[in-house]
């Protein structure tokens, strides 16, 4: 299985994230999210860590939750995440983040995301396999 | 819903008001631009016009296409005292994201041989793309200074004159801006951003003027044929993207608890006379004064570099507008003048001549506005009309509007063949990302000159100058 894609949007970038648990769908649309800003996204290696959560009212408006307090967090401590460890309560989630200093980053760099929509927004399970999706905002 | 619509004019067209709609919604375009809309934009016009207290009708721009919750390219007015209502849709995410146009003394042939210095100057000197921090650090208090004051703020602190707030829309300051409205965690995003121009479809772009239409205005605006300008595209930053995350969640419960049914999650609202209205209006008031703050410091910078290079030249600002807002504004409905809260998402403020909120040299030809095509094509300079207040509420385009999705512009061009082929037709391109640069390929827009011709002919605004690209600055 794929861990994620981005899929096409008029004007922004969809990012769709694959998992055999919703945990790991949600983690891998936010490695979907940071492959805009840094394109070797998988190749990265995280070298300072995060324990952070968010909540929403159902889970689909957690997945932009979720997305939207990494891209806070990202800007606060100018990091690229790359590496995330979801839990998922109801409508809470926890996890432990890794990423690497933008200072630190030598290849290519792609556009910043400004934010995670409610556009495309879908949570949901497929055969045997979750999938995470929205539009972010570039 | 596209089978709906009714032709008023070879330039207009109008979905009737049916089922819970309770204004009609009028779409300005030619036929063409017509028949390329994608279905969401008259699903989302729909929606809007559904609204508590709209009042006339849901307006569509010539380059409206799928936004959130509003089209982009959507204008609504709303009146307070018949239940209208503030939605973060109709403001959207990036508040008061704006183009401000510089206009110069320099005719652009005396500019041409310097162009490439003076690029890796700009390159340099402004902050751009992915992480970039501006100069400016801020503490809360600081920050906060910013949120109220906007513009006025940054040539308190000396970027810029005070000359200049007259030439930006509230005077460079938008009052009824509460910082307590805003939250700690946007401010934390917003300390470092000040003065830096993002990435995205924003850009910083050295033009020229190839041809003038209408030349009593083009003189009011100081533009004359081959005469330099400098256009600069950006907005809020963070802050602005965080005050609409935010209240996503805070209007979302209010439309609920005020029963207001919401047909998409981004449409959420609230009574403009509740509380979660009316502090949703002081802080978006916040992040139109942090937008307006960003481009009179990044246009102070851009003047000094200028100045580096060209030490007797003249840059004076011609205006700066915003695109996403709602603002406070007076209209006559059917005879009588109310006072209305307008939103434009996407869409470029364009009052016609005689308001007073014109700066007086400008009162007598009407608003500037600017729409930008891409790095490879033309842009447009134009002014407000009467028509355009009695159609959209002063209000215009905003720019070409994407033909391509960036996936699918990423796998048509390499942004190094992009900025090659720029090259190639005399444009130098600094961009921050390849990537950034392929999204942002010239074929990956509409046609401008199309969309600006349908606002023209509309009525919307009228044609003032076309402008041509020397140089572009891309996040």
């Not at chain 1, 909540?55 to 997305?67: F, G, K, N, P, R």
């Not at chain 1, 949570?123 to 999938?131: E, F, G, K, L």
């Not at chain 2, 910082?179 to 995205?200: E, F, H, I, M």
């Not at chain 2, 239409?213 to 044929?225: D, M, R």
Request: glycine content about 10%; some cysteine; overall charge negative.
């Amino acid at each position: 299985m794929k861990k994620f894609e981005l899929f096409e949007h008029g004007a922004d970038i969809g990012v769709r994230g694959f998992g055999k648990t919703m945990n790991q769908a949600f983690e891998n649309a936010a490695l979907a999210m940071f492959s805009i800003e840094v394109l070797d996204i998988e190749d990265l290696v995280a070298t300072c860590f995060w324990q952070l959560s968010c909540e929403s009212y159902d889970q689909e408006a957690l997945l932009t939750a979720w997305l939207n307090t990494l891209i806070s967090y990202a800007d606060l401590y100018r990091v690229v995440f790359c590496s995330f460890d979801v839990t998922i309560a109801d409508c809470t989630l926890t996890a432990r983040v890794g990423g690497v200093p933008l200072n630190e980053l030598h290849g290519e760099k792609g556009v910043e995301v400004k934010g995670a929509t409610f556009t495309e927004l879908y949570v949901s399970q497929r055969d045997d396999a979750w999938i995470a999706q929205c539009v972010v905002d570039v | 819903m596209k089978d709906e619509l009714v032709q008023i004019s070879e330039w207009q067209w109008e979905m009737p008001k049916h089922g819970p709609m309770r204004v009609p919604a009028w779409l300005f375009a030619d036929r063409g631009l017509l028949l390329n809309m994608d279905a969401k934009v008259f699903e989302q016009l729909h929606n809007v016009a559904c609204l508590p207290g709209i009042v006339r009708a849901a307006v569509a721009m010539p380059d409206a296409h799928w936004g959130y919750g509003f089209p982009i390219g959507g204008v609504a007015a709303f009146d307070a005292e018949t239940g209208g209502i503030i939605s973060v849709g109709g403001v959207g995410y990036d508040i008061s994201c704006g183009v401000r146009c510089i206009t110069t003394d320099l005719a652009r042939q005396e500019i041409t041989k310097w162009l490439p210095m003076l690029m890796e100057d700009l390159f340099s000197t402004i902050p751009a793309g992915v992480g970039s921090e501006g100069k400016i650090r801020l503490t809360p208090e600081k920050l906060d200074e910013v949120l109220v004051g906007g513009a006025r703020w940054a040539v308190e602190k000396g970027y810029g004159s005070w000359d200049d707030l007259e030439r930006i829309e509230e005077h460079g300051c938008m009052p009824n801006a509460d910082p307590s409205c805003v939250s700690a965690l946007a401010k934390d995003r917003q300390y470092r951003q000040v003065g830096t121009l993002g990435s995205g479809n924003h850009y910083l772009e050295i033009q020229y003027v190839d041809e003038i239409y209408c030349e009593e205005t083009a003189n009011a605006f100081g533009l004359t044929k081959d005469c330099v300008v400098i256009s600069i595209h950006c907005g809020s930053r963070a802050l602005g993207h965080q005050i609409g995350t935010d209240y996503i969640q805070i209007l979302g419960k209010a439309a609920k608890k005020y029963g207001i049914p919401i047909r998409e999650r981004e449409l959420v609202c609230a009574p403009i006379l509740s509380p979660e209205g009316e502090r949703y209006f002081k802080a978006m008031a916040c992040g139109v004064n942090c937008a307006l703050a960003n481009r009179q410091v990044l246009g102070h910078l851009v003047k000094a570099v200028f100045l580096r290079h060209f030490p007797s030249a003249s840059l004076n600002l011609i205006y700066d507008v915003s695109h996403n807002t709602c603002k406070v504004e007076t209209h006559e409905v059917n005879g009588v003048q109310k006072r209305l809260y307008v939103h434009r998402k996407g869409a470029t403020r364009a009052l016609a001549p005689g308001r007073p909120e014109l700066p007086e040299e400008y009162r007598a030809v009407g608003q500037p506005v600017f729409i930008g095509g891409t790095m490879g094509t033309c842009s447009y300079i134009l002014v407000g009309t009467t028509k355009g207040e009695e159609l959209a509420w002063g209000s215009a385009c905003h720019g070409a509007g994407r033909a391509m999705s960036r996936n699918a512009a990423l796998k048509r061009w390499k942004g190094r063949d992009v900025v090659a082929s720029l090259a190639s037709k005399g444009i130098i391109v600094k961009a921050v990302s390849w990537q950034g640069a392929a999204e942002e390929a010239p074929g990956a827009y509409k046609d401008v000159t199309a969309v600006v011709n349908a606002a023209h002919n509309a009525g919307l605004v009228k044609k003032v100058a076309k402008v041509l690209p020397m140089a572009c600055l891309k996040g």
